[in-house]
């Protein structure tokens, strides 16, 4: 089977001043239709940055994108058009997606009417049933709803020419508590219903362990880890996968506590540039961490950037 | 301690639909309340466009007819505003010329606003080396004090009404450009623009559709305002001599006509066209503040 | 009792009744959690435990007091002298907190001779900044906000709030706009400081993990009041109310959560959406 989209040396540099910033380092990736991957990492990881490299809403520094095997790594925004009915993004802040003086109804069907689809109405009113919303709504602006209700429009308007693929970025971050569940709730409920794949960009580990079957840990622009999601987050590999993991409030004793993995403090001094990113702030760092790490595979389908992963025979 | 048990509901408030606001008329009159600038200015303009749509539809006396035996008469029972030194109804005059002087303003304000978004648009969206091109042009019209280079304009064009109205709307542009530049770079990074571009939006579609309504709001109010300095422009080109020339009882020209008189006791010549020069920056002013005071409370 | 204690409070904003009859008890050397939605009344009600209502606020009904003393009454809910008294808060947004154009340690100095320090105002200061985990104090001390990371600049925060040895530190969302790892040290750093100073904390925060990870009793708040209120164990293994048990129902998601029963794998996602059972 061939992937969805795949992702290949996949760079983006900033320049900001003087510096250089390299928001995405080398990445690979490949997404198979129908799977849900998630990507967790920090602030400052790069996640969002590759979403938009991914759906193309910036132009890679270097390296490749593919969808469906063509490559639109270098294609204009017009060459585009048949990639944008299928891949969508779903932004983190609806009100800021969403143009603050368009109608609902008029958000959603501008899609339709930019493709030149015929019957426009009856699909705006199958993808507001679907995605739970109110007829009523329609002809509200973003900012007269909540915020579950705005990030349903946004995904609305997203799914409404029947996309292949959802990049998602933190999804759930600008709504509040009690809809956040609903709403991950639609978003499984769509992917089952529709087929669809999903990209799901989280810094919240809970989130992605319950929506992602595959998971990839990024740090500093850098792949840190990759594999199922189980595995991932039950026996990780890469020592700050584990610090992650280890951070997650328990509500276990509080000794339990006393052993857990942390991080050196960051200094306010220069970030290093060469070896491996993590190493400064490494409580398990090694003389050797100065050099690039090398991709463990700690079983297969399942690998991590760090010196200190071990190849195993399965899951433990 | 109270456990509140009663009245929570599993469901969703989060899908609760919002009753409907009150009805229009009610809405206008909370408007007037909060926003003091719009009923200042609203009647103020009303009555300047009013008394000028007057003036010219049926003044009380013909502005430009002479009458050399009622010359230089003081301000009394026939002619409210007195009769300049050729006989002529300074009323009728006023309200004649301050239509001319409305629609000026308005029609420079409207072009400048036009040109002047529309390059700001194109400029700051595309950027790049139009963007440089556009902004250094803007720069060296913009190193000219907005008068004298009317002024210089309308000299080189020639004095007729539409030359006058060209040069006072070429100082004005940059300005509205560089407001809308500013505001089309802002827009330009946000989500939304984004978003449209991920549905499939051509370029020129994400610019007309979703920058441009977003971006234009600062550029309203400062349109609304130019709208009163025109008519100060354009009537100070007038009194210079430069641009509209008499017989046009254009309120720049009445001050012009009437200032040799004003030593001599013959205020009202000056004075009354003076008055509705103010009059009418005045109630473009009180607009434009309360445009200011609804773009303002739209960000928030 | 020392410690702090909120009695019957009720506030008012304009017509609206904003917080109902909440009763709180913060103990020294305890940690109590408060746990709500984000307009449930969480950061009123600490606000006000510090005379820092919004103007538009007023307490109509009830008392806080703070070390037996009474703080706030109707009538008296806004006065500077609750601050610095014994009671401390800080906030969601530490870059906000901060004033951004002054170096970090002028801005705990302030705090420090607002107190009545004025003897060797910097050695403290430092100290203060080694005592919230800050390496190299009296280099970070001479930084700007804005050249501090979001987990440092809560550190600095949280130097401030210390800074005036209070009775009770409220730390409202303290670790909401921040990263997951530095979040656990942050919580790491205020049990440190509880336990070495005996201080009280009333921990408030819209995510039951944290809450239930670090406090030894919960006050559960829904559109203004106290609706539930227990041991984080009673809390979390038999919640009352509806909406705690939502809460609660959340907490099943995490890898691993001691005290609640397994789940089993039919909550990890299949790969084929056809074989995924339901939503």
Redesign the interface.
């Known amino acids: 089977m061939r992937p969805l989209i795949e992702v290949r040396g996949l760079r983006k540099d900033y320049r900001r001043g003087g510096d250089v910033l390299h928001a995405v380092d080398g990445i690979d990736l490949a997404l198979m239709p129908g799977e849900s991957v998630g990507i967790i990492g920090e602030s400052g990881a790069g996640k969002s940055t590759l979403a938009r490299c991914i759906t193309r809403l910036e132009r890679p520094t270097s390296g490749s994108v593919f969808f469906q095997g063509t490559d639109v790594t270098g294609l204009s925004d017009r060459a585009l058009r048949r990639f944008r009915r299928e891949v969508q993004p779903v932004f983190q802040d609806p009100l800021a997606a969403l143009n603050p003086r368009w109608t609902v109804r008029r958000l959603i069907t501008e899609p339709l009417k930019i493709h030149g689809e015929r019957g426009a109405e009856r699909r705006v009113d199958e993808v507001l049933r679907d995605v739970g919303l109110a007829e009523e709504l329609m002809a509200r602006r973003p900012r007269d709803l909540s915020g579950g209700q705005r990030q349903r429009v946004a995904i609305a308007r997203a799914i409404v020419l029947r996309p292949s693929v959802l990049v998602l970025d933190e999804p759930t971050a600008s709504v509040d508590m009690s809809a956040r569940r609903a709403l991950l709730t639609l978003l499984k409920r769509l992917r089952s219903a529709h087929g669809l794949t999903y990209l799901y960009i989280s810094h919240d580990i809970r989130t992605i362990e319950e929506t992602c079957s595959r998971t990839i840990v990024m740090y500093r622009g850098r792949l840190a880890e990759e594999g199922p999601t189980t595995e991932v987050l039950d026996s990780p590999g890469h020592v700050y996968t584990q610090i992650l993991m280890s951070s997650i409030p328990r509500i276990d004793n509080a000794t339990a506590r006393q052993g857990r993995l942390r991080a050196r403090p960051a200094s306010g001094q220069q970030l290093p540039d060469t070896g491996c990113l993590f190493a400064h702030r490494c409580p398990r760092a090694l003389p050797e961490c100065a050099a690039d790490p090398p991709v463990v595979q700690v079983t297969p389908g399942h690998r991590a950037a760090c010196v200190l992963a071990e190849r195993t025979s399965g899951p433990q | 301690?109270?456990?509140?048990?009663a009245g929570?509901d599993?469901g969703?408030?989060?899908?609760?639909?919002?009753a409907d606001g009150p009805g229009r008329s009610a809405r206008l009159r909370g408007e007037l309340r909060r926003h003091p600038s719009l009923l200042v200015g609203g009647v103020l303009a009303a009555a300047t466009v009013i008394v000028a749509i007057a003036g010219h539809v049926a003044p009380p006396d013909n502005p430009l007819a002479i009458n050399p035996g009622h010359a230089l008469a003081p301000p009394g029972p026939g002619h409210w505003f007195g009769t300049d030194q050729f006989g002529r109804d300074v009323f009728s005059r006023v309200l004649y010329g301050l239509g001319i002087d409305v629609v000026i303003g308005l029609t420079v304000a409207a072009l400048a606003f036009a040109v002047g978004s529309a390059a700001g648009l194109v400029s700051g969206y595309l950027g790049g080396w139009i963007d440089d091109i556009v902004m250094r042009v803007v720069d060296i019209v913009m190193s000219f004090p907005p008068f004298l280079l009317a002024l210089a304009i309308a000299v080189v064009l020639g004095n007729t009404v539409r030359n006058v109205i060209i040069a006072v709307t070429i100082a004005y542009v940059p300005y509205i450009l560089r407001l809308t530049r500013g505001s089309v770079l802002t827009a330009r990074g946000?989500?939304?623009v984004?978003?449209?571009?991920?549905?499939?939006?051509?370029?020129s579609?994400v610019m007309t559709l979703?920058v441009l309504?977003?971006a234009v709001g600062p550029s309203v109010v400062q349109a609304t305002l130019m709208a009163g300095w025109a008519i100060l422009d354009v009537s100070g080109l007038s009194f210079l001599g430069v641009g509209i020339q008499p017989p046009s009882p254009e309120l720049g020209v009445q001050v012009a006509q009437g200032a040799p008189y004003i030593t001599s006791g013959q205020w009202w010549i000056s004075v009354f066209p003076g008055l509705a020069i103010i009059l009418a920056v005045l109630a473009f002013n009180f607009l434009g503040d309360y445009a200011d005071d609804r773009l303002r409370g739209q960000g928030s | 009792m020392p410690g702090l204690e909120i009695d019957g409070l009720c506030i008012s904003i304009g017509d609206h009744d904003v917080v109902h009859a909440v009763d709180l008890q913060v103990k020294p050397g305890t940690c109590v959690g408060l746990v709500g939605a984000s307009g449930s009344g969480k950061s009123l009600t600490a606000l006000a435990s510090l005379g820092l209502l919004p103007r538009a606020a007023r307490v109509t009904a009830g008392r806080i007091l703070l070390g037996g003393d009474e703080t706030v009454t109707p009538g008296r809910d806004r006065t500077a002298a609750v601050r610095g008294s014994g009671i401390a808060m800080i906030f969601q947004s530490p870059r906000a907190a901060l004033n951004p154009v002054l170096r970090v340690g002028h801005q705990v100095a302030r705090v420090l001779r607002r107190k009545g320090q004025h003897d060797d105002l910097k050695q403290r200061c430092i100290e203060l900044l080694g005592a919230v985990g800050l390496l190299e104090p009296d280099k970070v001390a001479r930084l700007y906000p804005h050249e501090l990371s979001g987990g440092m600049c809560q550190r600095i925060m949280i130097a401030m709030g210390i800074a005036v040895e209070p009775q009770i530190l409220i730390a409202d969302e303290p670790t909401t706009a921040l990263d997951v790892t530095v979040q656990a040290d942050i919580l790491d750093l205020l049990e440190d400081l509880r336990s070495r100073t005996g201080m009280g904390m009333l921990l408030i925060s819209h995510d039951m993990s944290v809450v239930a990870e670090r406090c030894e009793s919960i006050s559960v708040m829904w559109q203004g009041a106290i609706v539930e209120v227990g041991t984080s164990a009673t809390v979390i293994n038999s919640p009352r109310h509806p909406f705690t048990a939502e809460l609660v129902r959340d907490l099943a998601h995490l890898p691993e959560t001691g005290g609640l029963p397994a789940q089993s794998s039919s909550t990890r996602p299949a790969d084929d959406p056809a074989r995924e059972a339901g939503g």
């Open positions: 301690m109270a456990l509140a048990g929570f599993a969703r408030p989060d899908d609760a639909v919002p946000a989500d939304y984004l978003g449209a571009r991920a549905v499939g939006a051509s370029r579609r979703h309504p977003n």
